[in-house]
């Protein structure tokens, strides 16, 4: 007597199972892998600490602060701190930390050191102080509107996604120190600037002047998360 | 082979007589397939873009919508055919009775060329492409078309921001797009660093914005209302972020935008020709 073929097909079926198994769970992994290297820190993220209220044009807002420096390499450590943990030492890098928290519509001061040397722009509009309170940021003491174009070390520079504040932009350019290479030489730029916050979301922010490798210096540190880029949680 | 190991197999049906009425025989029923499915593809060509594209702001967002509308509905009965003839071949002239033998099915009757059949098919497919053709064709001749009075845009992408630049309007740059209603504008595109794709969706046009290169494009808006730039080329790190608000307003509302974004060196002279549309 014959079997039936039905019998016959089952692992077939079972292969077919297997195979829709495997590839739901190797896209999960992807998945999860992509949401993890997106919206994590090697050091985590640095909440605004708040400092009271203030009030800005005829509005009582929360006033929180943030600090963080720019380094011509991601080697080191400050305070004890490291720069970029497990990062490329050779590139340049945002510390302590890329991921900044600020409460919603809430007037941010941050304070900066720049360390690193720089050059030219690609584009000389990313040389203005824009989004910040009365478009101007304190450099060295001094407020200034703009920078030298042609002696930019880097810039932060943040924008929303699309589903928040359309408007919502910040790019304040960061002098460079003096110097002709990527090397700490303990010299910084002090920048300090103010900005109000939009509405809850997540917001980018990178920088703009060429500091990375291959084309047209975007490549390197320039395109890969952690070093001159970032995101600011608007909570 | 035993007879009793002998399975029973179905013949196929036998086809119904020719005098049989058109809607029982099979061709009545494909027909009536082909008809109810091109009866819904033609209403998805006419109500769908109404939920998948976005009100547009300029005549070639206006076309671009027409070829979508014009295209499904040309579509719709080719596709109809194809999907009822497959439907009800699997379902009415599938083999019944699978698995329960050994033997192959039986061969169906032998198909002849039909000269008729070929002559038609050649002849629908021909008219739908010579008609697509010539579409597409008066499309892209009426988006190249110069207009004496537009006005020009220089458009920069770079990693992840879009800028505007009013050359007319003493080179003032911007990050939003606002455009004034009923006019021409000429968009010079290019980019700072890698290959972006400006795409302002709601005026209906696209071009790559490639670095060292000028590429222009064109769009001539007739309604008011907000777009969005968006970048079209897999560009980086925030390529998702990279996008830009727009607006498309009277020409009185341009000019008081462009005073108000520190057009500040211009002459009012100056203005009211930038946002002119005469």
């Known amino acids: 007597m014959s079997e039936k073929p039905g019998r016959e097909r089952k692992p077939k079926a079972l292969g077919i199972i297997l195979t829709f198994v495997a590839v739901a769970i190797g896209v999960a992994v992807v998945a999860i892998l992509f949401h993890a290297q997106t919206y994590t820190s090697p050091v985590g993220t640095q909440v605004a600490k708040s400092v009271g209220t203030v009030t800005v044009n005829g509005q009582t807002l929360q006033h929180v602060t943030l600090a963080f420096n720019t380094y011509p390499d991601a080697s080191g450590s400050v305070d004890g701190q490291a720069i970029h943990p497990g990062g490329n030492p050779s590139w340049p890098s945002y510390g302590p930390t890329n991921q900044f928290q600020v409460p919603a519509h809430a007037l941010v001061t941050v304070t900066m050191r720049q360390y690193d040397s720089g050059g030219s722009l690609n584009n000389p509009w990313f040389a203005t102080v824009r989004g910040t309170v009365g478009s101007v940021a304190r450099i060295n003491g001094r407020l200034v509107h703009a920078v030298n174009p042609n002696n930019v070390g880097h810039t932060f520079t943040v924008r929303g996604a699309p589903g928040t504040d359309p408007g919502f932009f910040v790019n304040v350019p960061l002098p460079a120190v003096p110097g002709n290479n990527q090397s700490d030489n303990g010299q910084y730029e002090t920048v300090i600037f103010s900005f109000v916050s939009g509405s809850q979301g997540v917001y980018g922010w990178n920088c703009e002047y060429p500091c990375g490798t291959s084309v047209a210096g975007f490549g390197g540190p320039m395109s890969a998360f952690g070093y001159m880029s970032g995101f600011l949680h608007v909570v | ?278």
């Open chain 2, 1 to 278: 082979m035993s007879s009793d190991l002998a399975v029973k197999t179905r013949e196929p049906d036998p086809l119904p007589p020719e005098k049989a009425p058109f809607f029982s025989r099979p061709s009545g029923k494909i027909f009536l397939i082909w008809l109810a499915m091109t009866v819904v593809g033609v209403l998805i060509g006419f109500y769908a873009p109404h939920h998948l594209l976005p009100t547009m702001l300029s005549v070639e967002g206006r076309a671009v919508w027409a070829t979508v509308v014009l295209l499904t509905v040309l579509a719709a009965p080719v596709a109809a055919f194809v999907y009822g003839v497959g439907f009800y071949s699997l379902v009415a002239w599938r083999q019944r009775g699978y698995g329960q033998s050994d033997e192959p099915p039986p061969d169906g009757p032998p198909l002849r060329g039909n000269s008729g059949l070929t002559i038609l098919w050649l002849v629908v497919s021909g008219v739908l492409v010579v008609v697509m053709l010539v579409w597409g064709l008066a499309e892209l001749a009426s988006e190249n078309a110069t207009h004496p009075n537009s006005l020009q845009v220089d458009v920069t992408g770079q990693q992840w921001l879009w800028t505007f630049s009013y050359p007319g309007a003493g080179n003032l740059e911007t990050r939003s797009l606002v455009l004034p209603d009923n006019r021409t504008i000429v968009f010079h595109v290019t980019s700072e660093d890698v290959t972006h794709g400006f795409w302002p969706v709601e005026l209906g046009v696209q071009v790559d914005a490639n670095p060292n290169v000028v590429t222009t494009i064109q769009a001539t808006t007739n309604k008011l209302g907000a777009f969005t730039v968006r970048c079209s080329q897999l560009c980086g790190l925030y390529h998702s972020f990279m996008y830009a608000s727009g607006a498309v307003v009277t020409p009185q509302a341009f000019a008081v935008w462009l005073h108000a974004h520190g057009a500040s060196a211009l002459t009012a002279s100056d203005v009211a020709r930038v946002s002119s549309s005469s």
